[in-house]
């Protein structure tokens, strides 16, 4: 991983930094940093996604996603305003 995504990390992380405090160490805006820091995530993800996969035919992580989408749709239906109640826009 680049220096720069180690060093966000680890102010983040380690030293409790927030990405305000993180920014100003680096010369960048807050809203740069919260790239950075999800750029970083997303690289330590995918290596350990690599690392599962090499050890595994299957992906837990993918599993749960796939149970807990599954979940949600159960839990929390979609609900739709029946078309009676829309206003009728000139028709």
Do not use: N
């Amino acid at each position: 991983m680049p220096e720069r995504l180690q060093l966000v990390l680890s102010l983040y992380y380690q030293e409790d930094c927030s990405f305000r405090e993180v920014g100003e160490v680096l010369g960048v805006t807050e809203a740069r940093i919260c790239q950075l820091h999800a750029e970083a995530i997303h690289r330590i993800r995918a290596y350990l996604d690599v690392s599962v996969d090499a050890s595994s035919p299957r992906k837990p992580r993918e599993q749960g996603m796939k149970r807990r989408r599954l979940g949600q749709r159960r839990q929390a239906p979609s609900v739709r305003s029946p078309r009676s109640t829309w206003p009728d826009a000139g028709l």
